[in-house]
């Protein structure tokens, strides 16, 4: 098996990817695959902004923001990936993920930005 993204994938900025759907044949009108957009800058770092804001959030919260924004309207939704099967839509997170931080070998993890109320509320580690 290949690599989920090729550097070919990263050059255009998007991947093509087939979709699996949990009703077997897809229901008419489906789409047999979705493009997977790369995030800009802007939008990678607005994603770890928000994921950084919410105290009850964790690293799937982050992980479906980031494929919800790479999905192109009208697939950026919950409802249609809840008719995917879930390895398709495991296979359309790593692809986002490979996308938007970097090559396959490149850790994704979300960034950790610590808010300002955080900030105040811990003990500084920096010695006196």
Known sequence: MGPIV???????????????????PAPEGSPDKVRV?????VQ???????F????????????LSVLLTALPEPHNNVEFLNR????????LVLVAL???YGAPEAPCEPVEFVSKKKRAASPSTVPA
């Open 37 to 41: 957009q790369a995030l800009t800058y």
């Open 98 to 100: 490979h996308l938007a």
């Open 6 to 24: 090729t550097p070919e994938d990263h050059d255009a900025g998007f991947k093509e990817v087939p979709l699996d759907y949990r009703r077997s």
């Open 52 to 63: 950084a804001q919410k105290e009850d959030s964790n690293e799937n919260f982050w992980r």
């Open 84 to 91: 995917l099967k879930p390895t398709c839509v495991n296979q």
């Open 44 to 50: 990678a770092f607005e994603v770890n902004k928000q």
